[in-house]
């Protein structure tokens, strides 16, 4: 629940975002993506990416917030993804290959 909590909070504004971004959450996070069960990897897989990205005004592809993108791929997050793109569920085969290609 938490992580559907921050993924939603993440899905806001750019401030939402940097305020996770700078916390404690990120680290934890990360953690989960690898270790947790699946139904919460999937979660926070989208809590991760809704850090990297910023709604395009229209129908305009997102903006990608560099900063957090490349500090989470050095922090380890690309092969929580790549497991989710190995997944039969569809749902979470293209999140991860939407975060791939970001």
Known sequence: EAAWVLSNIAAGSVSHKRLIY??????LLLQLLSTAS????????????????VPAEGSGQPNVMLEHLTALIDRGCLSGYISLVRSPDIEAARLGLQFLEL
Request: include cysteine.
């Open 22 to 27: 700078s916390s404690e959450a990120v680290l």
């Open 38 to 53: 699946f139904d919460i990897r999937k979660e926070v897989a989208y809590a991760l990416g809704n850090l990297c990205v």
